[in-house]
């Protein structure tokens, strides 16, 4: 396989097929596990971080902010209106909701201990003794899986007091969530963390001065941590040169929908969407590719004459849209765009947290208004109407919900619009259904 | 309803885990949905008592997650994903293979309280798409006919859990 990369290796997964590979023994004698623990124990907090900081490693959960840095906002000796130090949490994101995206249930169930070993360093470098993992609720399975990586690696030394000798004292406590996909954003998977209703918080104050349970916390994606371990073994430099320029080491993408073989594919970033689609063995029956969401649900579509753009944040980001959780989902020529677009709003409608009266009346007027130009009674001005709420939505609420719900309304009406006057103009997808295939058989080829 | 012993030990096992009471919330009723298959009013009322939280805490909290049943359900709980990548494996034919195979609608529980069907949001199992979950387990890559079979099978195994599904595995790639 060709990846145009010389310095690319496979950081996360080099093993995910090997039988056993999710357990402590096989992580340390074919991974050299908890290797990189060892090493960062030896090194001061400060040098984690920068080493971190250099290696370009950004937030792989979807806004792709630089890790290094949100570890070095942390306050070093936080302490109290009395004067009484503070603790810090650092806190692992593994509400993984994002439609599209399933990279880190397979680190989950085939790489449990990489993710551990990079939350222990995390918590070393900034200077936290307790780290809370969020798992989404439905994942019972691999809450069970998660939950015995823990004790193993507790048993072998890696977890608890004065771990590897070093003076320092980590434990991890897992939280399950209960089915809220707003809960992937950071600050309502605090609130959930407390036993709240899962509503993302105004900011500032940031998680590193007012997090989970009042105190100074970091929140970090699984794939993030999973990725730190190897930064640490093999130094910042190697993990730098995987990627672009400011943005190192290789990324999971997850791919789905119309493809030969779906699946979770470790790739360097200077690859193209369609280079990612051909090594998923390409669009499913032969059937020509119509558009791809590069980024999970959220991230606006691309179309198919679009798709020649790099994999990397900047790349995407100037092609308008955004390499977010890394959730590539093809489309081919046989799917309704308008249909496509509806599935998703019909999610965001029911995920709206209800605070923001933008964000909860918006995706559900979205909603209903593309239901109803499928079913016909769609008009040419409702196109320009989804424009105006989207205008009212985006960057007007608290968190990027409303931001995410535009994503995929805007983005199908201004590249597809042809698809929605066709809706309107044969009165609904039935109709327009039921013209293609008589015009078909009109056809005197047939 | 008052709170079983179980569920009480349980939660007093976690409880030096966290720095506040409230956080013992979600754990606690994720507890009573597994033992009693919902959250009733009583439950919440009980919850309430024993972490010294206001019904109406407990209430907004339970009423806002998806996990928590506030009306009693079927045994077997058919959950199917038809969320993007899903729907375009065709997850809307399963959908109404197993509306038709159970006689009744997405969000109805059969007559005999055995089965509950719904709609899921994305299950991070995209790869694997379609995708369903029935209790604690999920199945992936289904065929109509093998939702079939899954389903006849927890007609007489209320546990699920045995996959039927093809290997949820290509060579060389994973879910």
Redesign the interface.
Known sequence: MMYNNEHFEPVI?PN??KPGCDTLDFYLKNEDGYKGLEKALKMKPAEVVDEVKKSNLRGRGGAGFPTGMKWSFMPANPVDKDGNPK?KYLVCNAD???????K???IFT?TPHRMIEGMIIAGHAIGSNKGFIYI??????ETRLMQKAIDDAKKAGFLGKNILGSGFDYEL?I???????ICGEETALLN???????EPRLKPPFPAQVGA?G?PSCVNNVETFAAVPYILLKGWEKYAKMGTERSGGTRLL?????VN?????ELPMNLSINDVIEL?GGVKDGKKLKAV?PGG?SAPMLRADECGVLTDYDSLAKAGTMAGSG?I???DET?SIVE?AY??LK?YE??S?GQCSQCREGSHWLARMFKRILDGGGTQDDLDYIAKICGNMAGQTICAFADAVTGPALSSVKKFRHEFEELIRNGGIDKTRAHTHSHINEGAHV | MALSEQIKKTINGIRSHFPTEQALLLPLLHEIQNEQGWVSMDSMRSAGEFLNLPLSKVREVASFYTMYKLEEQGKVDVQICTNISCWLQGAEKLMACAEKKLGIKSGETTADGKFTLSHVECLAACGTAPAMMINEDYYENLTETELNKIIDMAQTDLSAGKVVGKSTRTEGVWP
């Open positions: 997964t995910v097929d603790p993984e909701g994002e439609p599209g995206t399933f880190d249930r397979l085939k989404r609720g439905e994942w019972f399975k406590i939280y399950r969530g209960a089915g809220a996909y959930s963390l407390e036993g709240k209703r899962g349970y105190m997850g791919v789905s929908g119309r073989k779906p699946g979770v594919y998923a969401i649900a959730g989902i093809v489309i799917v496509a599935t998703l999610f029911h995920e947290c």
